[in-house]
């Protein structure tokens, strides 16, 4: 059965189209489960009814023209009570509702499942059978099997619009994982990844003769490149393995391949394109036949296809010489070598399949100010290129091909914030004081050459979080001391006399170098932070010895340990940094010993308050991960990142115990995390006591704003307020409406 349901899935996911492809469903499982009749029933969220979409054994004629509303007969007692229905005598059941034009009056026995994806109910499959049969337990498991397999297949597949009919074509919406806040309307720009089928955008020729030449020329020299390849192995193996570059030889010659191509290109498609479409087309079928060897051809089919295609994309950059006047980026995997082809003044906009909010592209996203949304796992890459697109930064959202009347409110929301961002210049010289006089201090995040910028100085009170593996990420290995204290140098000096506040390399997670590469299973409870550095104790000390010496004479230099677990962590950072200390004093650098932080993060360390705060100078609350491990909740998930939310009560309720304790131990507390960038969290953490907020510099206008309107003893009513509430809904709602009592709505970024 296994075998069964994999080729099923495998013949729908490679569908062109939706009716082919529930045609394929319907049939195979028919088949597979000896019965009368298939069905199935799509739900359609535009007029909100069960709509049969699909069947055999049923009249053709009733596709389409059957619907029913959820929990309207017997499929739509299944949509509704989201289980299973198996009946023997499905006409005697009180729900049992008779359509004429099915002819389903000849069948008795009736089972039902839903077909379902991340809780949204997408349609129910139904198999029928004319006599009176109760479909056994492995009838109805391999059928709930077959469901929940395509219920990813259909969400992706609807979702793309590699699937379609007419109700879901035109404007598209798809969700990701917020990275970098704000908003832009603009083209898309596809950034193919070398030699990916997958990835390859549909292009019209200009030049179909040009597209048919180098269609040969490149399969002309991956020819010639197997051949020398078997030459050169010619005397290493058997001839029977040898045989296997022949088959090779055979599959590009003009007949297999370079015709099918060709003819697809007459079609009106471009040589990659083309070539694409031909190769996934062969690799599909071949994956579905019986027979062992010819599935194994598949990946020689494939491997084929990329070589081809690495030769005809030597002849197409993978940027493109011009682009349009609002550029959104669009790409499988971003980098920022790729960001940097981009004229500043046009890049409106970013957007990836993979990725996430803590990965360098995001980091640099957030410093320059650029809306950026990725984790977007069902993106149709091949179809957007040149597409009209809303991008949404603040919800994660992606709209294509927009309606009016979404492109009006988008561009009113987009002016409005425009509008906003000048008025708020004005005050950005001007003390972060409420108007009850208190001075609570702002911060910023930095880590890259764009964030140390003169304007910045008079408006903060620091750097409260350098990110030091940025210029780790950028290099084809790790930085030698030199490098490292130039780099260090240039923040201290940039910001002196105001502290610095210098993280030692947090890598691992989803933060990996392209020379250290971190495979786990589990990679944010895994090897990461300090407790990379503490088993490298060779890097480390390359990176604390640069850090004193940039130190020399500025006394501005703070360090910062990262993903701090247990005290035996900060005791052996503290050794190694005293050896430094020394290191450098016996060649005659004498610097002194900077002030130590750990990073609060963890959730064990809220546990250790007391034991931490005799080993270190200051605490920094990273709030991301620390909620992100409260909540058990990968925040850069697409499926589970609505559940993370830095306004859970959970995670209120430890903030607020570990300002208190901190106060207790009269020790300096701060947040680095994205509440402190928010208006509102900013509020709720000054009310809590904390000391200090530091955020990526777009951040500050609002929250300077915020804070200059409340006073202390509002925000800390606000938090006796909040923490009395049960959900991070009614805490959400509750910050909204005491911000709009304030006349301050205005600063929270658009929720839903």
């Known amino acids: 059965m296994l075998e069964v349901l994999r080729r099923i899935i495998q013949e729908v996911n490679g569908a062109r189209s939706l009716d082919a492809a529930l045609s394929t469903m319907v049939r195979r499982i028919r088949k597979a489960m000896q019965t009368d009749v298939c069905s199935f029933y799509l739900f359609d969220e535009e007029i909100d009814r069960l709509v049969l979409m699909e069947t055999i054994g049923l009249r053709s004629q009733a596709v389409g023209q059957v619907t029913l509303p959820i929990g309207e007969g017997l499929v739509g007692l299944v949509a509704r009570r989201e289980e299973p229905l198996n009946l023997e005598d499905a006409q005697a059941h009180p729900q049992f509702r008779y359509f004429e034009s099915t002819g389903e009056e000849r069948y008795s026995s ?33 059928l709930v099997t077959m469901a929940a397999q395509l219920g990813g ?39 193919t990844p070398p030699a990916d089928l997958d990835s390859v955008p549909d292009l019209i020729p200009t030049d179909v003769d040009y597209e ?72 599909q079928y071949l994956e579905r036949v019986d027979d062992d060897y010819l599935r194994e051809r598949s990946a020689d089919v494939r491997d084929l296809g990329r070589r081809v295609l690495a030769h005809l994309q030597e002849e197409t950059p993978q940027t493109p010489s011009v682009y349009p006047e609002r550029t959104i980026l669009v790409g499988d995997e971003l980098s920022v070598a790729l960001l940097g082809e981009v004229p500043r003044d046009k890049l409106v906009g970013l957007v990836s399949v993979r990725g996430s909010s803590t990965s360098h592209v995001a980091i640099l996203a957030r410093a320059m100010g650029i809306p950026t949304v990725l984790g977007m796992v069902d993106l149709p890459l091949p179809r957007l290129s040149g597409s009209q697109l809303i991008l949404d930064g603040h919800r994660g959202r992606l709209f294509i091909r927009p309606g009016q009347e979404l492109l009006t409110h988008y561009s009113s929301m987009i ?54 593996e940025v210029p780790f990420m950028v290099t084809e290995r790790f930085p030698g001391e030199q ?11 940039s910001f002196a006399p105001l502290p610095v506040v210098m993280r030692t390399l947090d890598i691992g997670g989803d933060k990996d170098l392209p020379y250290f590469p971190i495979e786990e299973a589990n990679p944010f409870l895994g090897w990461r932070g300090i407790r990379v550095t503490l088993d490298h104790p060779e890097v480390l000390m390359v990176q604390l010895r640069a850090m004193l010496r940039a130190s020399q004479g500025l006394d501005n230099l703070q360090v910062l340990l990262p993903m701090i677990t247990n005290v035996d962590e900060v005791d052996a950072a503290q050794r190694l940094l005293e050896r430094a200390i020394v290191e450098l004093g016996e060649e005659g650098v004498v610097v002194p010993r900077p002030k130590v932080g750990v990073m609060i993060e963890v959730p064990a360390t809220l546990y250790q308050l007391d034991a931490l705060a005799e080993r270190a100078d200051f605490f920094s609350v990273g709030s991301n991960d620390l909620t992100q491990y409260l ?32 106060r207790r131990l009269d020790m300096p507390v701060s947040v680095c995390g994205e509440l402190a960038g ?26 300077r704003a915020a804070i200059r309107r409340v006073s202390l003893s509002d925000a800390q009513q606000l938090v006796d307020q909040t923490l009395r509430l049960d959900s991070p809904g009614e805490v959400r709602r509750h910050l909204d409406a005491r911000m709009a009592e304030w006349d301050l709505a205005h600063l929270l970024p658009p929720r839903d």
């Open 110 to 142: 009736f089972l039902g499942v839903p077909i379902i994806h991340q809780r949204r109910m997408l349609g129910v499959l139904v198999v029928q059978q004319a006599e009176k049969r109760r479909y056994g337990e492995e009838d109805e498991a391999f």
């Open 153 to 191: 297949v259909l969400a992706h597949a609807l979702a793309t619009g590699n699937l379609t009919r007419p109700s879901l074509e035109g404007q598209v919406q798809f969700k990701g994982v917020a990275a970098s806040p704000g908003m832009a309307i603009g083209e898309a720009v596809v950034i």
């Open 212 to 283: 048919i030449t180098r269609l040969k020329e490149a399969i002309g020299r991956v020819r010639e490149e197997i051949r020398a390849a078997g030459a050169r192995l010619a005397n290493r193996i058997s001839a029977q393995e040898l045989a296997l570059f022949e088959v090779y030889q055979q599959m590009l010659s003009e007949a297999a391949l370079s015709q099918e191509v060709e003819k697809r290109i007459r079609e009106g498609q471009w040589a990659p394109g083309a070539l694409a479409d031909v190769v996934k087309r062969h690799v």
């Open 415 to 468: 002016a409005e914030e425009e509008a906003l961002a000048e008025v708020l210049e004005h005050e950005q010289h001007l003390p972060s004081r409420t108007p009850d006089g208190y001075d609570m201090p702002l911060m910023v995040n930095t880590g890259l050459a764009v964030d140390a910028v003169a304007s910045l100085k008079p408006r903060i009170s620091g750097v409260g979080l350098y990110r030091t």
């Open 483 to 493: 490098e490292q204290t130039r780099l260090y140098r240039d923040q201290l000096e």
């Open 631 to 662: 909540l058990a909740v990968d925040r850069n998930n697409p499926r589970v990142a609505d559940l993370y939310d830095a306004c859970h009560p959970a995670v209120l309720s430890a903030m607020a115990t570990l300002a208190s304790e901190s």
């Open 678 to 703: 928010d208006p509102a969290g900013a509020l709720l953490l000054m009310g809590m006591g904390f000391g200090a907020l530091s955020m990526n510099a777009p951040s500050l206008p609002r929250v």
